[in-house]
């Protein structure tokens, strides 16, 4: 892990370098350092090189009243992608909230601790995706040369479109590419996915879009959009919304195979049904149902496809809080599954018995 260190105090900055040094032998892990000690080689520094986590101290020169490394916090937060640990004797002065890539620690406080949690940052491979050079940035230069380069005709002569429509077609057009590089292993094997991956949080879209997960405010109860999107996109084409309940875990069909599966006085065969059935939920087996995995905050329930209701729109936008979105791609499953639900004619039913003795005479 390549750490830019922002200090101007000398004995802060060996102070620093001792226990990077302990860290390393007693984790067998590699911090290398760079520490500068004042504001302009640091603004040159971030122009000329790649880090993967940076310590800036806010107070770069003794003599002055002003926080000079507040400058380099908005450059890194605005421009760069990478952990930022302010560490400082004045982060009672910055405003920003906290979160897990951007920190403030008090000067006195354990360097330890900033370098344990440096390191399980680093360790989720984050920066290895997102940084200058990451993963992003390999499949992004893989789409310029292999893909744009012989199809860059296509927008060069397209006088239908403007220069900004052209951006926005681009746009997706990259970000396809790049999803079809990253559902595919290094084996060309579809990965599976993990729950965090289903939902957007927060919502980016800022109307109601097909996927929305929405509570009603009154009865708390979980519902999820599925009017067609190009109703929802269109101002005026609709007047109502496809509400579809999402059944809660804990009160639904989920706790009460959980219940079964739990109780130690029923016998083997009912136990072994309900954990089938639970599993077959969870793998989307049963048509009637389709299921949302738990993640942080939200969990975990089954779409219920007979538990519908329409709602003028206004009523939703004021009645209702956006929880979060379902990423498109798991969104068209959830409408095809829904659509095959309700389009189901069925088949008169035959004697199996006959036609089964028929085939064994025959």
């Known amino acids: ?15 620093y370098e001792d226990v990077i040094d302990s860290f390393n032998k007693k984790n067998d892990f590699q911090i290398t350092t760079l520490a500068i000690d004042n504001l302009e080689d640091a603004k040159q520094a971030l122009l000329s090189s790649d880090y993967d986590a940076a310590i800036v101290d806010l107070k770069l020169s003794s003599n002055s009243i002003e926080l000079e490394g507040m400058e380099l916090v908005n450059e890194i937060v605005d421009k760069l992608r990478f952990p930022l640990f302010i560490v400082s004797g004045s982060i009672s002065q910055i405003e920003r909230e906290e979160n897990f890539l951007f920190k403030k620690r008090s000067r006195d406080g354990n360097f330890q601790n900033v370098l344990s949690e440096l390191k ?34 296509i927008w060069i002569n397209d006088d239908s479109r403007t220069s900004e429509q052209k951006h926005k077609v681009l746009l997706r057009y990259i970000l396809l590419h790049i999803q079809e590089y990253l559902e595919l292993t290094t084996e060309s094997n579809f990965e599976n996915y993990h729950p965090a991956e289903i939902y957007i949080t927060p919502p980016i879209k ?48 989920i706790s009460e195979l959980k219940s079964i599966i739990k109780d130690a006085e029923i016998g083997k065969d009912r136990k072994n049904n309900a954990t089938s059935k639970l599993k077959n939920l969870i793998k989307n087996n049963v048509p009637k149902y389709h299921f949302l995995p738990d993640y942080k905050d939200i969990s975990a329930g089954l779409i219920d496809f007979q538990l519908l209701k329409s709602v003028p729109k206004n009523e939703t936008i004021n009645n209702y809080t956006r929880l979060t979105s379902v990423n ?9 599954r829904f659509s095959f639900y309700y389009s189901r004619q069925g088949s008169p039913d035959f004697n199996i018995d006959e036609i089964y003795d028929s085939i064994i005479k025959a």
């Not at 892990?1 to 102070?15: G, N, R």
């Not at 996927?211 to 109502?240: M, W, Y």
């Not at 498109?328 to 095809?336: G, L, R």
């Open 206 to 253: 800022n109307i109601l879009f097909t996927g929305d997960v929405l509570i009603e405010n009154e009865s708390q109860k979980r519902f999820i959009i599925l009017t067609p999107s190009c109703d929802l996109a269109h101002k005026g084409k609709t007047e109502n919304v496809l509400l579809v309940e999402i059944e809660h875990k804990e009160n639904g069909l």
């Open 328 to 336: 498109n791609s798991f969104t068209k499953d959830i409408v095809a």
């Open 1 to 15: 892990m390549k750490l830019l260190i922002v200090e101007d105090d000398k004995s802060q900055i060996q102070l």
């Open 120 to 153: 399980e940052i680093y360790d989720t491979g984050i920066i290895q995706i997102l940084g200058k050079k990451g993963k992003i940035d390999e499949y992004l230069n893989k789409i310029f040369w292999e893909h744009l380069s012989s199809s860059m005709d």
